[in-house]
């Protein structure tokens, strides 16, 4: 992946280490070079008593070098374990979600915490990665600690038959592949409504099937160039809420796409995408 570029969020809390740790992994299997950018939002200081907007205060020169030294701890400590990785350290001004999302716009992946309370603030899922999973430019990992989870944890994807699926199938085989995790490769449908209701009658059992064989089909060229993953492929009857929660329940991580095929809900994110960012407790990938 020459010329490929992954930019980390990164605030000097536990949840950015795991983050910057899955970063720089990720970057030594894909030979992208790192931007580890910490977003630095200074206060406006107001007059007391007063309506009329303050001009920000930016830091001074001791400051910058201070958070300088940080950054240069964390990427010192991280590429102890990652020697290879090329990587930079960018200082921005301003709105964590802008900068990181202008910086998305170059880079083949973003990578942030899950949920953080450091030097960035209030970064948690639904403020800073939230949003930047809906509206970044790029591919966006959003890395969480996995409550529960086993050694053979799978990794859980999403597929259905909108136009991300095969970006999302081959992200997905490729972490599978690097990490020796099973693949378990979910596809949720609904049923028409009930015959009383005056829809004829269904046979679910024949649809189930065809649904089957035709997320088979989907990953198979996928399965061909990378044989070794232990692959699971189910058509489950449900909301795609429910079933991609609960098989995600005890996975490592959980590949989809921004939306599906059922259009929108909020800009710039399906409404099953969304949910899933909120409710599952595992690193999450969301593939543009």
Known sequence: ?????????????????????????????????????????WPDYLPAATMIPGTPVWPDLTAEKELEAMLAEALARVRAEFPAVTAHTVIGHGSPTSVLRDLSDSASLLVVGGRSHGLLGDFWLGSVPGALAAHALCSVVVVREAVGESADAPIVVALDSSVQADRVAEFAFEQAAASGAPLRVVRA??????????????????????????????????HRK?????????????????????????SRMVVLGTRGKGGFSLPGLGSVTRYVLHHVHATIAVIR
Do not use: C, N
């Open 1 to 41: 992946m020459s010329g490929a570029r992954i930019v980390i969020g990164y605030d000097g809390s536990q949840d950015a280490q795991r983050a910057l740790r899955w970063g720089f992994r990720e970057a030594a299997r894909t030979g992208a070079e790192v931007d580890m950018v910490f977003v630095w939002r």
């Open 189 to 222: 449908w609904m049923p028409p409504p009930d015959p009383w209701i005056g829809a004829p009658d269904i046979d679910r059992e024949e649809i189930s099937t065809a649904e089957l064989a035709a997320v088979r089909e989907q990953v198979s060229a996928w």
């Open 226 to 250: 990378y044989p070794t993953v232990e692959l699971t492929v189910e058509a489950i009857v449900g909301h795609p809420y429910r079933v991609i929660a609960e098989a995600a329940a005890r």
